[in-house]
């Protein structure tokens, strides 16, 4: 499976990072492709893109130690579009711990999560989501284009057909977060 290594990339240029980072969510984009069997509902092409973006993103941010379980929990909170694309990636390591995906209707089980992951259904909401949220340790990431002015870590969004994300900073600190100054230089800039 194609991941990004923070070690090789001590020194490279904006442009190689980005195109590595583009290679490694196309590649397991590709991967879900061809895994996906025809008799099952399929996701679409863009929530299997950002299901590896929340997967590669995991690689070049840091928790807090005292936040991290046994298991890396990915947490989606209502109504979304991933069906199995998230599903997928269980397994997977995030550092020594294996990833585990869980799917909330109470906010009140998002205490244990490491990142939480809330789409557009939920925009009306947004504010109040982000509140009840445990402060420290946890990744926000939505997918509306206003997300991250609304207080959220991560926003997942579509310019020129492509999923790209931007990074509030500010949001990231309070929570504890250390990320990347490569990931910092991909984001895109409003």
């Excluded at 089980?109 to 009840?132: G, H, V």
């Excluded at 926000?140 to 206003?146: A, P, Q, S």
Aim: with cysteine.
């Amino acid at each position: 499976m194609a991941t990004l290594d923070a070690a090789a990339l001590r020194n490279p240029s904006s442009r190689d990072i980005r195109r590595r980072f583009e290679a490694a969510v196309t590649s397991i984009a590709v991967m879900f492709v061809c895994c996906i069997g025809a008799a099952e509902a399929a996701p679409t092409l863009e929530y299997q893109v950002k299901a590896s973006y929340i997967y590669n993103l995991t690689q070049f941010i840091d928790w807090p130690q005292h936040t991290l379980g046994e298991e890396f929990l990915v947490c989606v909170y209502g109504a979304h579009r991933f069906h199995d694309a998230l599903d997928t990636l269980e397994g997977n390591r995030v550092g020594d711990r294996p990833l585990t995906v869980r799917y909330l209707r109470d906010m009140r089980l998002a205490d244990s999560c490491q990142i939480l992951f809330i789409p557009a259904s939920e925009a009306p909401r947004t504010l109040q989501i982000l509140r009840a949220a445990p402060v420290t340790g946890l990744l926000t990431i939505g997918e509306t284009r206003d997300f991250t002015d609304r207080g959220g870590i991560i926003g997942l969004v579509k310019i020129d057909d492509k999923v790209k994300f931007e990074i509030n900073e500010a949001a990231a600190e309070r929570a504890g977060l250390a990320i990347s100054a490569q990931l910092l230089r991909l984001a895109v800039k409003r």
